[in-house]
Every structure is written in structure tokens, then in C-alpha cells.
């Protein structure tokens, strides 16, 4: 469970889903201890805990295989901002649209 939520792809609304998921909001007064998951009984909480961090993952792969789709598609010159990865879908789609040869 400790490397689960150690995952360096876990992202804000990933710790948002622990957050819930365990009850509790991590703080600078109060962090992420292991004294305070014993505490807590985050370790009854693990199976949870370890699909979040698959998720983020997950998502994370997902994002760096985008990324590198949409710059050989559009070259490194065209910056697109992930807000989430359905941005550069739509920006794919419009461009796709907008370039294909219209007519028979």
C-alpha cells in the first residue's frame, strides 16, 4: 500500500479519491504518515487505495502515448495544453475534419 500511494503519477484528483476514500484531508500539519494510516485504518482500505494508484497509472501511459501521437501528427511546433486528454482528441478531430478533402 506504501508504494501505492508513494506513485509518482498520482495526481490532485487522484488524492482527492484517497482523501475520500480514507475520510481524512492530508495536510502540512497533519501529512501522510505511516503512523497516521495505521491510525486511520488505511490499511483495511488497500485494495482501494492500490486501484487509484493503477489509475493514475494507467492515465499517465494513456497521456505520454497521446502526447507523442499528437506531436507526430501535428509536429512539436503545435503546443496543446492537457486539460484532460479528450483536449487533444477534439483538437485532433477538428483538425481532421478541417484538412480532409471534402467531396467525392
Same mark, same amino acid.
Given at each position: 500500500?506504501?508504494?501505492?500511494?508513494?506513485?509518482?503519477?498520482?495526481?490532485?484528483?487522484?488524492?482527492?479519491?484517497? $482523501? #475520500?476514500? @480514507? *475520510?481524512?484531508?492530508?495536510?502540512?500539519?497533519?501529512? =501522510?504518515?505511516? /503512523?497516521?494510516?495505521?491510525? %486511520?485504518?488505511?490499511?483495511?482500505?488497500?485494495?482501494?487505495?492500490?486501484?487509484?494508484?493503477?489509475?493514475?497509472?494507467? $492515465? #499517465?501511459? @494513456? *497521456?505520454?502515448?497521446?502526447?507523442?501521437?499528437?506531436? =507526430?501528427?501535428? /509536429?512539436?511546433?503545435?503546443? %496543446?495544453?492537457?486539460?484532460?486528454?479528450?483536449?487533444?482528441?477534439?483538437?485532433?478531430?477538428?483538425?481532421?475534419?478541417?484538412? #480532409?478533402?471534402?467531396?467525392?
Amino acid at each position: 500500500m506504501i508504494t501505492n500511494l508513494r506513485n509518482p503519477t498520482l495526481k490532485p484528483r487522484h488524492w482527492e479519491e484517497v $482523501e #475520500a476514500i @480514507l *475520510e481524512v484531508e492530508f495536510t502540512p500539519e497533519e501529512p =501522510l504518515t505511516l /503512523g497516521r494510516l495505521v491510525e %486511520i485504518d488505511a490499511f483495511d482500505l488497500a485494495e482501494q487505495l492500490e486501484e487509484i494508484s493503477g489509475k493514475a497509472s494507467s $492515465e #499517465a501511459g @494513456l *497521456e505520454s502515448i497521446l502526447k507523442k501521437v499528437c506531436d =507526430l501528427k501535428y /509536429g512539436p511546433h503545435l503546443h %496543446i495544453w492537457f486539460l484532460s486528454t479528450a483536449a487533444c482528441l477534439e483538437v485532433a478531430w477538428v483538425h481532421q475534419n478541417i484538412m #480532409a478533402p471534402s467531396g467525392p
